[in-house]
């Protein structure tokens, strides 16, 4: 750990092969992000779910395009999520796998890269948040429902 209590790269990878998550796939730890975002509103529903999978082609191009050469495929990351789909994790796993996200994902020094992997993120996350509603109608201010919301500031903090 750093003295400002921050997770360093090295202890998030560790920690993420201690939850069975190593090697090549530390890189599609971020679509944890995705998944929370998925259940905030307690339910996976279709459409939430077909976001992610459009979003996986995309991801995995950007993952190899950092790497420049291919480490993962579309398989790989439909392996790595149908288990948070079919079940959704605990609370704690997700808050404790979001932690791991930015330290693993951010570390490059690129900022430019950064900003660009937390903008498309957040774009998804909204998708998701947006695309169902589990009740009709819905008031005005209720397109998220709250727990939503929440979910969504909890991300872009774990991004920041």
């Not at 077909?50 to 495929?73: D, F, M, P, W």
């Not at 790989?76 to 997700?94: G, H, M, N």
């Not at 909204?126 to 939503?148: C, L, Q, V």
Request: aromatic share 6%; proline share 3%.
């Amino acid at each position: 750990m750093t003295s400002d209590n921050a997770v360093s790269y090295t202890d998030a990878v560790n920690k993420l092969k201690q939850l069975g998550i190593k090697d090549e796939k530390i890189y599609l730890i971020d679509l944890i992000l995705l998944i929370e975002m998925i259940w905030a509103d307690g339910q996976a529903q279709k459409s939430e779910v077909e976001i992610l999978e459009n979003y996986l082609e995309q991801h995995i191009a950007n993952v190899n395009k950092r790497a420049g050469c291919k480490v993962l495929s579309l398989q790989d990351a439909r392996k790595f999520v149908q288990p948070y789909i079919e079940k959704c994790p605990s609370d704690k796993t997700l808050k404790n796998l979001r932690e791991l996200v930015a330290p693993v994902r951010l570390m490059v020094k690129n900022n430019k890269e950064n900003k660009k992997l937390k903008e498309e993120l957040l774009c998804v996350c909204m998708d998701i948040a947006s695309i169902a509603t589990t009740e009709y109608p819905y008031p005005s201010n209720g397109r998220f429902d709250e727990n939503e919301k929440e979910c969504f500031f909890n991300i872009q903090r774990a991004l920041s």
